[in-house]
């Protein structure tokens, strides 16, 4: 119990973290950046399942994405909490299927929902945008009205709805289209799943005795529909208990339907206890003081040394500020910087893809998660199988005890030791001809028994993301992408991380650096008189600046070009200026 003992002691030297850990009853903790929310959600959960949750009874541990919940579920590990069965560490949609919608479909009259299968993202987009144009009549931008009919969907509303109101006719045509092909998307399970636990008492009871622990991270950021299923499992009559760790000033989902203020109303339940931590382990000083300076009113507490943040601009455009950045990566390293521990955050993929090249150009190694596919369990896997063969088991990062781990889940219910020993069997193969296309080594696993995750509706996420992974690697054409491109890509040590500001969630650096933040860019255009987007491109600042332990590099130019080859030059971002990161007198837009 060595690294639990640790934690459980650190949290101990912070009176309010302590206060959150002992508490018995529901707790809600907010708490702002790098203030140990994740550190004491994990500690907590791994506690209660050695002292408080005896078996066969379990805890279920949900947060918004698939990486987040494979950190949590290695955070977890780290503490050598025990497994068991009734553990469950997943995403919202995860649980909805697994735990709610397969086992009780049947039960409470929804059983056609077995019958369908889980839309693909192609299938969802074509069905969405044949019911916009349908309803709005063949609209310029199309996006901007799928979006809105998602957000609808996802946040339940239950408000009555205007006869005629365009959105709702989008939405059942959507519905519909999707019905027609058999097929549901995951907006559809988590409404079944809200449906089944606020109807049916003694269904909840049956998922409050196999989890009477329910822990929630990101609360600010998750779907309304996991809002909805905590309260029917945890408030009023219902008593699983709840521990969840949120930042309302960290939302950034907004457009995807999430609403903080369900955190806030959360936490003022009257049988919930709230705490609020206030101190920062991460980030040093003077970062903390400009963070707390872009979001007025939040009062972080430093608790490291030092912290520094430039600003530089790059009066070339674009271009000119990877060059800045190629500049100051070498001169970290020069001074002794770790590669991995800095990381360059853009807005787009886009930029993301052009910094990236650049600092490959010049020798600078770099990893980026290319959004070709999702990363979840079945394609992790995958990628790690490549990083095996191609660094060998003394250097690679992957484990053959995790990846056999992962390969029984995966085969779960089909799994037979012989399915162990024809990996291992593939694995050693391999090693001897890495320059195979990696769709080779897919269609492999398939044959292995991979293939199996696509006749389970419970592996729905884990399909989804494997056909998009098969897609991707079909479309190398004459220069198909090898394992050892891909163990390649995918090799993070060593190598400068790049990433969207908004995937920046929940990771730290030593070092960071922030490119585009010129006005129209950063806040975007169209939040110029949206004040909640407004808000939320604050935010999605906030949070990049405070992923940093020591330093930040802020560049911008003072204008912005987009890929259509339109530009405006509306000067550098407001938020350098709220921050006093930039006088307006040194504003470029005062000078142009
Ligand atoms: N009481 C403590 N003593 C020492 N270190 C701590 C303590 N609490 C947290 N930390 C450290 O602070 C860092 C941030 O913790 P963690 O990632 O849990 O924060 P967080 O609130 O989830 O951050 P974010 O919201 O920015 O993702 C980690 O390195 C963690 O180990």
Known sequence: MGALTDSINDLRTNARQWEAFYHRGHCVVLAPPGSGKTKLLTTRLAYDLFNHIPEPHGAACITLTNAAARQLQRRVETLGAPQRSTLFIGTVHSFALRQVVLPFARLTGKAELLSLGIASDKQERAAYVEAVAHVFGDPRYPSDYVEEVKARRRSLDTAPVTPGNPYLAAERRYRDNLRRQGLMDFDDVVEA????????????????????????????????????????????????????????????????????????????????HSVRLEHNYR??????????????????????????????????????????????????????????????????????????????????????????????????????????????????????????????????????????????????????????????????????????????????????????????????????????????????????????????????????????????????????????????????????????????HIFYSGFVRWPSGRSATAGPSRFLLEAGLITSASSPSRLW
Not at 230 to 252: H, M, S, T
């Open 283 to 552: 980030c040093g000083h003077e970062i903390i003081r400009v963070a707390n300076c872009i979001q007025r009113g939040h009062t972080m507490v430093g608790h490291r040394d030092g912290g520094d943040i430039t600003t530089t601009r790059c009066p070339g455009g674009f271009p000119d500020q990877c060059e800045h950045v190629v500049g100051v990566v070498r001169q970290a390293v020069a001074s002794g910087a770790v590669l991995h521990e800095i990381a360059v955050l853009c807005s787009t993929n886009r930029e993301c893809k052009e910094v990236a090249k650049a600092m490959r150009d010049n020798g600078i190694p770099a990893f980026i998660r290319e959004d070709a596919y999702r990363l979840n369990r079945a394609t992790s896997f995958v990628e790690n199988c490549t990083s095996w063969i191609a660094a060998g088991r003394e250097f690679s990062d992957a484990r053959l005890g995790n990846l056999l781990r992962d390969w029984r889940r995966l085969l779960t219910p089909s799994w037979t030791p012989q399915h162990d020993g024809a990996l291992v069997e593939v694995l050693l193969d391999y090693p001897t001809r890495p320059d195979t296309a990696a769709s080779a080594l897919l269609a492999d696993l398939f044959v292995l028994g991979l293939a199996g995750v696509f006749e389970q509706q419970a592996q729905a996420e884990e399909a989804r993301a494997l056909e998009q992974m098969k897609e991707h690697f079909a479309d190398g054409g004459h220069h198909p992408l090898t394992v050892k491109d891909l163990a390649e890509r995918v090799r993070r040590t060593n190598r400068v991380e790049v990433t969207t500001m908004t995937a920046s969630k929940g990771l730290e650096f030593d070092i960071v650096l922030i490119l585009g933040m010129d006005e129209k860019h950063v806040p975007h255009f169209k939040s110029a008189n949206d004040q909640a987007k407004l808000n939320e491109d604050r935010r999605k600042f906030f949070v990049s600046i405070t992923r940093a332990r020591q330093a930040v």
């Open 193 to 272: 799943a809200v449906d089944i636990v606020e109807h049916n008492p003694a269904l909840r009871d049956v998922l409050m005795a196999r989890y009477p622990h329910l822990y929630i991270d990101e609360y600010q950021d998750l779907h309304p529909g996991l809002d909805r299923l905590i309260r029917a499992l945890c408030l009023g009559e219902a008593k699983a208990e709840l521990f969840a760790v949120g930042d309302p000033e960290q939302a950034l989902y907004g457009w995807a339907g999430s609403n903080p203020d369900l955190l806030f109303d959360l936490a003022s339940q009257p049988d919930v």
